[in-house]
């Protein structure tokens, strides 16, 4: 790769997530010579070794398939040091007590709460951290401050991204029905079809429909509806037909769920497109007239060996794909010899500002009768109706994901109960269910109670909408990885506006709970939990748990001024006009609905304005 220090393309890509590489493709399929630079491992000609890491590993935590390797040594209990990784990643398994320790977290946390959401260095976070859902936000996510005087506007509304999101279903693959998806106003062209059937509910979806019929929260109908998925209903791509495994994240064992690795295979199929895995950008470089002239970069071979190469790449145009978080962090290490204090693109003081999530809170309980979890893709249905109302002039709005893995994202579910069982403890509340002492448990009664008890879990999970607040943000921290690259520094905290969409969830959980007859088991979060936080419920104050979604949004947002936002909305640098950022770092809000579609859709509009460009 070194060798190549001369190369000219006609666009350098940095970042191979979902929106790197479906602008790779179009510009490969556009005889334009391409040139993605990749921080983490290439592409593997199949995904064996990310299944046996999964498979051995203790921690089944979204992360773990993927290299680096998490621990030290392989198998053991002690996290990487990232000041000896090249091009390091954040764990969940660092958010305990040691939470703001920079021998164990990648990310610098300087609180108050914990960021609690990680991403890959591989095909970007959609390799591990998507569940497949694509979801089209309503119309109303992109004119909040017009419709309810909160939050901010988008530059542009829902009718100027309708025919992207169908553009980007097609090239995701996406099953769902859209007579079913036209709801808060969502439209579609008439006659239109997703590529794929809609994914059948579940035995818990049914279940959930059937009990909230005729419900309603807070003068809203609880309405179950079909969940948009990445995943095959039917052959198509190439991939197999989803085989209902329950463990869509961090990886589908048979590739039927859509991952960049799809399109990046098809990019480099033009024959215009170049991969170089384990090149990280370290300087975006600028001409005296602030266009950017080439990128800057480091080489590796070893996640903990040196540095084995350096160089620049030179372009026309040039595209910052690199995620939320390392784009603004590659932008502000972008000094340009003291030329670019404040970094690249800018001027406006706006870059690494506004960092978002959808913080999740979780619930949980037994239903009345068996439901038969633990079977089918993670999350096949959801609660769509409580996206959009009045409400969201007092408070965040959310969605209610109905999950499909029994208890297994609360408490690591069927695992806990059983060591509850076979060794007379009761972490889960399992065990018994109607008081006295904890059971040790052996033979016919320990399988009878195990299928009582299993077949019954279900949770729900609450997205909420966040503010996008300019003191949560990502800046460059004094501690370096292994390249001696800054690491990032992450202020975090969330808004009155968004704990009371919280509470509003904590509220909803407690009623539907009661409607479907089930019983709630949810936990109270450890007086320790850096991601625990107090939000209002029912006039008083409760303190609970949130969950990181890997919705990481913001930092580099668009908008209709230089003064107040980093790309116009064509996701272009107000400051350089051959430098584009894309992703959902450019999401003025983070919206109701997971973003991967949004960043897609958004991907291919800037796509063709970059083949434009390039005549």
Not at 1 to 16: Q, R, T, W, Y
Not at 168 to 195: C, H, N
Not at 567 to 592: C, I, K, M
Request: hydrophobic letters at 35%; glycine letters at 10%.
């Amino acid at each position: 790769m070194s060798a190549a220090l001369n190369n000219s393309f006609d666009v350098v890509i940095v970042g191979a997530g979902v929106a790197g590489a479906l602008i790779a493709k179009q510009l490969g399929l556009a005889g334009k010579k391409v040139l993605i630079l990749e921080s983490g491992a290439g592409l593997p000609p199949n995904i064996n070794a990310f299944l046996e890491r999964f498979y051995t590993a203790r921690a089944k935590v979204p992360e773990i398939p993927y290299t680096p390797e998490l621990f030290d040594p392989p198998g053991g209990s002690n996290l990487q040091d990232p000041t000896l990784i090249n091009a390091p990643r954040p764990s969940v398994l660092a958010l305990d007590k040691n939470w703001q320790d920079p021998k164990q977290s990648y990310l610098i946390q300087e609180g108050p709460l914990a960021f609690g959401s990680t991403y890959e260095r591989v095909a970007g976070g959609t390799m591990r951290h998507w569940l497949g859902t694509t979801l089209r936000f309503v119309p109303n996510d992109f004119r909040m401050q017009t419709e309810y005087q909160q939050l901010v506007n988008w530059p542009f509304g829902y009718s100027e991204l309708e025919s992207w999101y169908s553009e980007a279903e097609k090239e995701i693959g996406v099953s769902a029905d859209s007579t079913e998806q036209a709801y808060l106003g969502i439209t579609f062209p008439p006659g239109y079809k997703y590529p794929m059937k809609a994914i059948v509910p579940s035995l818990v979806d049914q279940a959930v429909k059937q009990g909230i019929t005729g419900m309603s929260f807070e003068s809203i109908n609880l309405t179950v509806t079909g969940t948009p998925a990445g995943r095959n209903s039917q052959p198509y791509q190439n991939r197999p037909v989803c085989a209902g495994n329950t463990n869509c994240i961090p990886i589908c064992p048979i590739q039927a769920k859509y991952d960049p690795s799809v399109t990046l295979g098809q990019a480099l199929d033009t024959g215009n497109v170049q991969i170089w895995p384990q090149t990280v950008a370290s300087e975006i470089v600028l001409e005296g007239s602030g266009r950017v002239s080439e990128i800057r970069y480091v080489q590796y071979q070893q996640p903990g060996g040196p540095q084995t190469g350096s160089g620049s790449v030179t372009a026309k145009l040039f595209v910052i794909a690199a995620h939320a978080i390392e784009t603004p962090k590659l932008l502000l290490m972008s000094t340009n010899q003291g030329r670019t204090p404040n970094g690249v693109a800018n001027s406006s003081g706006q870059l690494g500002r506004n960092l978002m999530d959808h913080p999740l809170y979780l619930a949980w309980a037994l239903m009345p009768r068996p439901v038969f979890p633990y079977r089918g893709p993670l999350s096949t249905s959801g609660i769509e109706s409580v996206r959009d109302g009045d409400f969201r002039k007092k408070r965040a709005a959310f969605r209610i994901e109905i999950g499909n893995e029994g208890w297994n994202f609360p408490i690591n579910d069927p695992w806990t109960t059983t060591v509850d069982f076979v060794n007379g403890l009761n972490q889960s509340g399992l065990n018994p269910i109607g008081g006295g002492k904890p059971q040790t448990l052996f033979g016919t009664d320990l399988v009878s109670s195990l299928n009582d008890r299993l077949t019954r879990q279900f949770r729900l999970g609450f997205l909420v909408e966040q503010s996008p607040d300019s003191s949560n943000r990502v800046t460059l921290a004094g501690e370096k990885d292994h390249l001696e690259l800054p690491r990032p520094k992450i202020h975090y905290d969330i808004s009155p506006y968004t704990r009371a969409g919280l509470g509003a969830a904590v509220e909803a959980s407690d009623q539907i709970f009661s409607r479907l007859g089930a019983r709630q088991f949810t936990t109270d979060p450890a007086a320790d939990d850096p991601s625990a936080l107090d939000v209002p419920v029912n006039g008083k104050t409760k303190r609970i748990k949130f969950f990181g979604s890997g919705h990481i949004v913001g930092t580099y947002c668009m908008g209709t001024a230089k003064a107040n936002s980093v790309v116009n909305p064509e996701q272009r640098s107000w400051d350089h006009p051959n430098l584009f950022l894309v992703g959902s770092g450019v999401f003025p809000t983070v919206a109701t609905g997971n973003p991967s579609l949004t960043i897609a859709a958004l991907a291919l509009w800037a796509a063709q304005t970059i083949k434009k460009d390039l005549g």
